[in-house]
């Protein structure tokens, strides 16, 4: 949904963590619909998989912290694309992006919980439902499993001499509430992508906002029979009861600018600071025929979380500057170098570089 070399990421997928082994159905391009003339066109899929960081949680995890094995995945999108160009210049894009963790083993301190992972329960994250008997109470008054996912949209206007101007937006939720806006929608990722192809210094731009900090509130209250208001706050992005959290071989799943579990250095799989809000730079230029820059730059503020705010905020900033050469002499041939900076409370002081060549079809 978001350019994949410019933007810092979706909130719900980002490229940010290692792939996922799933199965996976679905049209990946938009296919329009018959008897719209080219106006209306959808594309979506379903996915089941299985988590495979269940060794590094072993060796990462400190004695008595969570960590999970034999977790499944799933996922799901449906997108719409309501407009032709060749009649106005203006598209519509628009869609619904969900994944959900569950079966699996937990083990908390010496408690081991069990999740089932029959065939109704594959069912029951397809359609989130609540969980059976053999579930924790939670599960099952609640729904199974650790659901989250996005509302994504975004325009697209298709200016003279091929500019492209490309506003988006994507909420994030983790619960029915925010799914449909219960609290408002005041947790979002908004950008503006800007494309001008005829200009070889800088080619394309993109800026964008994002905050997590609302979260719906600090207070969570979950209904009973003498006090039968419910209060759904408190959603801890990207945690989980349950579940290590949204993140794979410790990188998160969703936004990297939420730290990933890997930097903690206490032995805990967890998101520490989920509550965030930042800005977000990218542009990237063709200044000769053979050489492609990149340039990205992050600033954040960090509150921790609800159930463990920081005493002060912290500010973090990442960069990267990258240079790719593509010799059109050597066919499928391109060498890239990188550099990255961080600075900050967050991820403290340090700098890398990576060199890579890359081949492309045959090598003769």
């Known amino acids: 949904f978001n350019n994949p070399l410019l933007s810092s990421g979706g909130l719900t997928f980002s490229g940010n963590a290692r792939p996922i082994p799933q199965v996976r ?9 018959p008897g719209t003339k080219g106006w209306l066109a959808f594309k979506g899929h379903i ?12 060796n990462f995890v400190a004695p008595g912290n969570k960590y999970t094995e034999h977790v499944l ?10 407009g032709n160009r060749e009649k106005f210049p203006l598209i519509f894009e628009g869609g619904l992006e969900m994944a959900a963790q569950f079966g699996g083993n937990a083990f908390i301190g010496n408690e081991k919980i069990d999740m089932p992972n029959g065939i109704k329960d594959f069912f029951k994250v397809f ?66 992508e800007i494309t001008f192809p005829e200009n070889p210094i800088v080619s394309s731009f993109v800026y964008e906002y994002i905050s997590t900090k609302d979260q719906t509130g600090p207070v969570y209250w979950d209904h009973t029979p003498e006090i039968p208001e419910q209060v759904s706050g408190a959603d801890n992005y990207y945690n989980h009861s349950i ?25 805990e799989i967890i998101f520490k600071s989920n509550r965030i809000q930042g800005h977000h730079f990218g542009i990237m230029g063709n200044p ?38 593509t010799p059109h002499r050597l066919k499928g041939w391109d060498f890239t170098a990188s550099l990255g900076l961080d600075r900050g409370a967050m991820l403290g002081k340090s700098v890398g570089g990576m060199f890579t060549i890359r081949k492309t079809g045959w090598i003769r």
Not at 73 to 82: A, E
Not at 129 to 149: A, F, K, R, V, W
Not at 243 to 267: A, E, F, K, R
């Open 25 to 33: 159905i679905g049209i990946p391009e938009y296919t329009v619909i």
């Open 47 to 58: 996915a089941y998989g299985m988590f495979t960081d269940d060794g590094w949680q072993k």
């Open 243 to 267: 579940y290590t959290g949204w993140q794979h071989w410790g990188m998160g799943i969703g936004n990297p600018l939420v730290m990933s579990p890997v930097y903690n250095d206490n032995g």
């Open 127 to 192: 359609i989130p439902s609540g969980g059976s008997s053999d579930t924790p109470m939670g599960e099952q008054t609640n729904i199974y499993g650790n659901h989250l996912g996005s509302w994504n949209f975004s325009l697209t206007w298709y200016a003279p001499q091929d500019w492209t101007v490309r506003p988006y937006y994507e909420h994030y939720f983790e619960d029915h509430s925010q799914m449909f806006g219960e609290y408002g929608w005041k947790d979002c990722l908004t950008g503006i």
């Open 288 to 325: 000769c025929a053979d050489l492609q820059y990149r340039i990205l730059l992050s600033v954040t503020r960090n509150w921790g979380t609800y159930d463990l705010p920081f005493y002060e905020i912290k500010k973090n900033g990442n960069a990267l500057a990258e240079l790719k050469y």
């Open 73 to 82: 995945y799933h996922s799901k999108d449906l997108y719409v694309k309501l």
